[in-house]
């Protein structure tokens, strides 16, 4: 399984992830120009997008006949701000989309806003992917984690006194990351990061203190493409 990165960070976050024929898109972040470019245009093998909450840039991808999944709660946003429908998702219940991928929406913090991270499943693995969120509520440690795309957006320490901390911090991504590490864990992308108030390699260093030496913690930046496998050779 590959995963692309569009763009991650404050100018937009857009992702793929490329699983034998198949492409999952994650978020809708990004102008479609810049999506189309990535996967070299081949909408067809799309099997859709999810969304964690409502992106500018959706009506965009829709235009393309991409289907946009969203939990119910963030379609109710997005067609209360937009005027337009994505497919709704019950949170919590797994969906099996077209190809080789299923999907299970969760909710999490990102102040007044409706937000939902994702458990994306294939055969090549589990990724938990986690973006614009407080935190994370639920505990996923049980839960053989393979694959990360999890949002340290910045570091407290770094920020001015009026900037917002509505976002993942470091503290905040270390913890989760730290109970997600099992034996199964692979690799993690960090992604969000702030370009005011962040620090990639010290976010990388800080966390990869915490895992398995044989876990790649890598920085999503935009045009990073990375393998996830399950076996190291």
């Not at 492409?23 to 997008?49: F, H, N, W």
């Not at 614009?132 to 340290?152: Q, R, T, W």
């Not at 976002?167 to 992604?191: E, V």
């Not at 398995?212 to 393998?227: C, H, L, P």
Request: net charge negative.
């Amino acid at each position: 399984m590959i995963v692309k990165t569009i763009g991650s960070g404050s100018s937009g976050n857009g992702y793929a992830l490329i699983s034998g024929g198949d492409i999952l898109l994650l978020e809708c972040g990004v102008p479609a120009k810049e999506m189309l470019k990535a996967i070299d245009y081949q909408t067809s093998r799309v099997v859709g997008c999810i969304a964690s909450h409502v992106h500018s840039f959706i009506k965009q991808y829709m235009q393309y006949g991409i289907k946009v999944y969203t939990s119910d709660e963030v379609q109710l946003d997005i067609e209360t701000i937009m005027g337009e429908k994505t497919i709704g998702l019950q949170r919590m219940k797994r969906k099996n989309l077209l190809g080789c991928f299923s999907v299970i929406p969760f909710s999490v913090p990102h102040g007044e806003t409706e937000c939902d991270g994702w458990l994306i499943d294939t055969a090549e693995g589990r990724v938990l992917f986690i973006t614009d969120a407080e935190y994370c509520p639920y505990d996923f440690s049980k839960m053989n984690i393979n694959y990360g795309l999890i949002e340290c957006n910045y570091s407290e320490d770094y920020l001015s006194a009026d900037d917002s901390g509505s976002k993942n911090h470091l503290q905040t991504c270390k913890r989760l990351i730290q109970s997600i590490n099992s034996n199964s864990l692979r690799s993690i992308g960090l992604i969000h990061l702030s370009a005011g108030n962040g620090n990639p390699q010290r976010f990388r260093n800080e966390i990869s203190e915490l895992v398995d030496s044989d876990v790649d913690i890598w920085i999503a930046e935009k045009g990073t493409e990375k393998e996830f496998r399950l076996t190291p050779f």
